[in-house]
T-cell receptor, first 112, second 113 residues
Framework: RKEVEQDPGPFNVPEGATVAFNCTYS??????FFWYRQDCRKEPKLLMS???SGNEDGRFTAQLNRASQYISLLIRDSKLSDSATYLC?????????????FGSGTRLQVQP | ETGVTQTPRHLVMGMTNKKSLKCEQH?????MYWYKQSAKKPLELMFV???????ENNSVPSRFSPECPNSSHLFLHLHTLQPEDSALYLC????????????FGQGTRLTVV
């Protein structure tokens, strides 16, 4: 099983739609969770951290389900500029790994 | 504007050349990283430095040689590369290793000819 699994997509949605991505992680000891956004041929940029109680930033809502080991990202009222690849990121305690683990990403294409 | 700066942004080199990639972070972070991203592929972690000490090396070929002279600067020295090494090389930094969010530079797009 991959440490971080994401549906690669693409998710093709019209402007104004609501879209949700899920991500599952395998390490039950993980404690830090993030969503990053990566535009084509650019660097990943931190979109938001994911907190146990869930958190919202404008049109974006992130949630964590520790029991099922998944995190989600909900985007409301999609904009054309939301088109990008969304990376699910977790830490890997107890593994000796010192860096965050990045998923392969879910590609979102918002269409006019 | 980014707190992590990489130079050069683009590099074309022959297989017999030697070149270096430079990364500088202005965030006061203690950890720095090199990642490789080939076309349409996920990020691959190469090296991790914590307070200038290399703490992780992910089976990277010896033709890639990192150097971290201080906590703000990171280099990746390249020599006798192969065409399959062509990729986007990304530097990142974080407050510490293990769990804090990482911030990336804009990357160096490397083409080996």
């Amino acid at each position: 099983r991959k440490e971080v699994e994401q549906d690669p997509g693409p998710f093709n949605v019209p402007e104004g739609a609501t879209v949700a991505f899920n991500c599952t992680y395998s390490n039950s000891a993980s404690q830090s969770f993030f969503w990053y956004r990566q535009d084509c041929r650019k660097e990943p940029k931190l979109l938001m951290s994911v907190y146990s109680s869930g958190n919202e930033d404008g049109r974006f809502t992130a949630q964590l389900n520790r029991a099922s080991q998944y995190i989600s990202l909900l985007i409301r009222d999609s904009k054309l500029s939301d088109s990008a690849t969304y990376l699910c990121v977790v830490n890997a305690p107890d593994t000796g790994r010192r860096a965050l683990t990045f998923g392969s990403g879910t590609r979102l294409q918002v269409q006019p | 504007e980014t707190g992590v700066t990489q130079t050069p942004r683009h590099l074309v080199m022959g297989m017999t050349n030697k070149k270096s990639l430079k990364c500088e972070q202005h965030l006061g972070h203690n950890a720095m990283y090199w990642y490789k991203q080939s076309a349409k592929k996920p990020l691959e972690l190469m090296f991790v430095y914590s307070l200038e000490e290399r703490v992780e090396n992910n089976s990277v070929p010896s033709r890639f040689s990192p150097e971290c002279p201080n906590s703000s600067h990171l280099f990746l020295h390249l020599h006798t590369l192969q065409p399959e090494d062509s990729a986007l090389y990304l530097c990142a930094s974080s407050q510490r290793t293990g769990g804090t969010e990482a911030f990336f530079g804009q990357g160096t797009r490397l083409t080996v000819v």
